[in-house]
């Protein structure tokens, strides 16, 4: 009798924990300025991952912005300055689950400090090439696949502009040349030229000294196979339809479906696209170098280093 008393009380300490644990009505995604949350008597700076509750109050200053997702799933972004009750915010939401709550669960605990630690202690020495090497922030291998049409190539090298970036395809043939002085193109391959191109190189090469990628590291980038696309197009269709895919906010979600997916390439368009779109909000920056960091695609300069 005993034991059936004490498992039932464990059964309800631990059902109550959980309920107590989901106890909130949104979660802060995003901000941008001094934006403040009043719980009780005090006002506290709004924080990424911060959690509102339904008694509580939100200050938004002038100039900022804050990015809320609902305990059910759904984005709501207040832009304008003021202050609200989070009840009355959470009033203009629907309450019906979404698909998205997966994707703010994975974009707030790969940015938590402890994914971060983790990830450094995990990463160990980061080996860095000659100053004038240039290492595109694309993948190598697994990732390189792309289900769009927004080729976004971003590079780190010390050697002076202007760039030629060459995208060839599989027999080595040119398709797509550009020079450019920034350290960053984006390639269309709606156009097409690209048309019957499964498989892309990209190579990057400095007008000026004569860098360039050495063949091994020229970054491959495939289109995905006719039952990959199938099954991405179903869950992007899924998702776009609860967010704004125009806004910065709604491309941030995009960017967790792309990376859950291993979808680097397209990813990596859409944290592009967040921050072109506001560009003052350093949320989406922030982000964007962890994204970076996690996948290798560019050294954090926090990480232990040896010269190659």
């Given at each position: 009798?005993?034991?059936?008393?004490?498992?039932?009380?464990?059964?309800?300490?631990?059902?109550?924990?959980?309920?107590?644990?989901?106890?909130?009505?949104?979660?802060?995604?995003?901000?941008?300025?001094?934006?403040?949350?009043?719980?009780?008597?005090?006002?506290?700076?709004?924080?990424?991952?911060?959690?509102?509750?339904?008694?509580?109050?939100?200050?938004?200053?002038?100039?900022?912005?804050?990015?809320?997702?609902?305990?059910?799933?759904?984005?709501?972004?207040?832009?304008?300055?003021?202050?609200?009750?989070?009840?009355?915010?959470?009033?203009?939401?629907?309450?019906?689950?979404?698909v998205l709550n997966k994707?703010?669960?994975?974009?707030?605990?790969?940015?938590?400090?402890?994914?971060?630690?983790?990830?450094?202690?995990?990463?160990?020495?980061?080996?860095?090439?000659?100053?004038?090497?240039?290492?595109?922030?694309?993948?190598?291998?697994?990732?390189?696949?792309?289900?769009?049409?927004?080729?976004?190539?971003?590079?780190?090298?010390?050697?002076?502009?202007?760039?030629?970036?060459?995208?060839?395809?599989?027999?080595?043939?040119?398709?797509?040349?550009?020079?450019?002085?920034?350290?960053?193109?984006?390639v269309d391959l709606s156009?097409?030229?690209?048309?019957?191109?499964?498989?892309?190189?990209?190579?990057?090469?400095?007008?000026?000294?004569?860098?360039?990628?050495?063949?091994?590291?020229?970054?491959?980038?495939?289109?995905?196979?006719?039952?990959?696309?199938?099954?991405?197009?179903?869950?992007?269709?899924?998702?776009?339809?609860?967010?704004?895919?125009?806004?910065?906010?709604?491309?941030?979600?995009?960017?967790?479906?792309?990376?859950?997916?291993?979808?680097?390439?397209?990813?990596?368009?859409?944290?592009?696209?967040?921050?072109?779109?506001?560009?003052?909000?350093?949320?989406?920056?922030?982000?964007?170098?962890?994204?970076?960091?996690?996948?290798?695609?560019?050294?954090?300069?926090?990480?232990?280093?040896?010269?190659?």
């Open positions: 009798m005993k034991k059936g008393r004490f498992l039932l009380f464990v059964s309800f300490f631990a059902v109550s924990s959980l309920a107590l644990a989901q106890d909130y009505t949104f979660r802060v995604l995003a901000n941008k300025g001094a934006n403040e949350i009043k719980t009780g008597a005090a006002w506290q700076p709004v924080k990424t991952g911060s959690t509102l509750n339904a008694s509580d109050e939100i200050k938004v200053t002038e100039n900022a912005s804050v990015g809320l997702v609902h305990i059910k799933g759904k984005p709501l972004e207040v832009k304008q300055p003021g202050v609200y009750k989070v009840a009355d915010l959470a009033a203009k939401v629907q309450t019906e689950a979404s994707y703010t669960d994975f974009i707030l605990s790969s940015n938590s400090a402890e994914a971060k630690k983790n990830r450094l202690s995990a990463t160990g020495a980061v080996h860095r090439g000659a100053k004038d090497a240039i290492q595109p922030h694309l993948p190598k291998n697994e990732g390189a696949e792309i289900f769009g049409n927004q080729l976004v190539i971003n590079w780190d090298t010390e050697s002076a502009g202007p760039f030629i970036v060459t995208v060839l395809n599989m027999f080595d043939e040119a398709i797509f040349k550009a020079e450019t002085a920034e350290k960053s193109l984006t156009d097409p030229k690209f048309n019957g191109e499964d498989a892309l190189i990209v190579d990057i090469k400095s007008k000026t000294t004569g860098a360039k990628l050495q063949d091994e590291s020229r970054p491959m980038v495939k289109r995905l196979s006719q039952a990959r696309s199938e099954k991405i197009k179903a869950g992007y269709a899924e998702v776009s339809k609860e967010l704004d895919a125009t806004s910065a906010f709604g491309n941030l979600f995009l960017a967790g479906f792309y990376e859950q997916n291993r979808l680097i390439v397209d990813a990596i368009a859409a944290y592009e696209r967040a921050i072109t779109l506001a560009p003052e909000d350093p949320t989406y920056k922030e982000y964007y170098q962890e994204f970076l960091y996690r996948n290798k695609l560019k050294p954090d300069p926090n990480a232990s280093t040896t010269n190659k």
